[in-house]
């Protein structure tokens, strides 16, 4: 379903580049300034943005170690996206291709990708279930996952296999006080 440019090579960022990101990720810590607070407040889901409208609101949001974001709602589904930071570190989005509806996921398989002018880099399910929904408005308009990765560039809504595993007890999941200091400890 993916275009075979779309490889993993794998340095500490995932939407697994095809190329390493390694200047590109310097370039969104100096943007942050590197401070915990300013990478918390960039990184952390947007309220009034359809991931936390959704339902009563997200119960939590965690992070991934390749910089996604997946929030989980009372019904079971989560919405799973980019973080401020993976998209500052890709650049301007020319390109998003999501999963189809239905489709059946597995943790770590591929549920899209985005290319940007730096780069071109599959995006990985953090959770397992099946695809409820996919975000058209971004795929038409992939700049909004740089303009709001946070918020409305969300990517796709999944409805998990098994909350207890996927989500609950999934230690490669982080919090956000996590997450801010994994890209402290990284530069």
């Known amino acids: 379903m993916f275009a075979s440019a779309f490889t993993r090579v794998a340095p500490r960022f995932s939407l697994r580049a095809s190329y390493p990101l390694k200047s590109s990720i310097a370039f969104a810590t100096k943007r942050f300034n590197s401070s915990a607070s300013d990478l918390a407040a960039a990184n952390s889901l947007k309220q009034g943005s359809t991931p936390f409208k959704f339902s009563a609101g997200p119960i939590v949001t965690k992070y991934t170690e390749e910089h996604e974001w997946v929030s989980l709602h009372p019904d079971g589904t989560a919405f799973i996206g980019i973080t401020k930071y993976a998209a500052d570190a890709l650049g301007d989005a020319t390109f998003v291709e999501l999963p189809e509806v239905g489709d059946a996921v597995g943790k770590t398989d591929t549920i899209g990708a985005v290319e940007s002018v730096k780069s071109a880099s599959e995006v990985y399910a953090p959770v397992s279930g099946e695809v409820t929904e996919v975000n058209e ?19 796709t809504q999944i409805k998990l296999a098994n909350v207890e595993e996927d989500f609950t007890n999934n230690e490669e999941l982080m919090t956000l006080e996590q997450y801010t200091k994994s890209l402290e400890e990284d530069h």
């Open 137 to 155: 408005t971004v795929a038409e308009n992939p700049n909004l996952l740089n303009e709001d990765p946070m918020g409305e560039g969300w990517l």
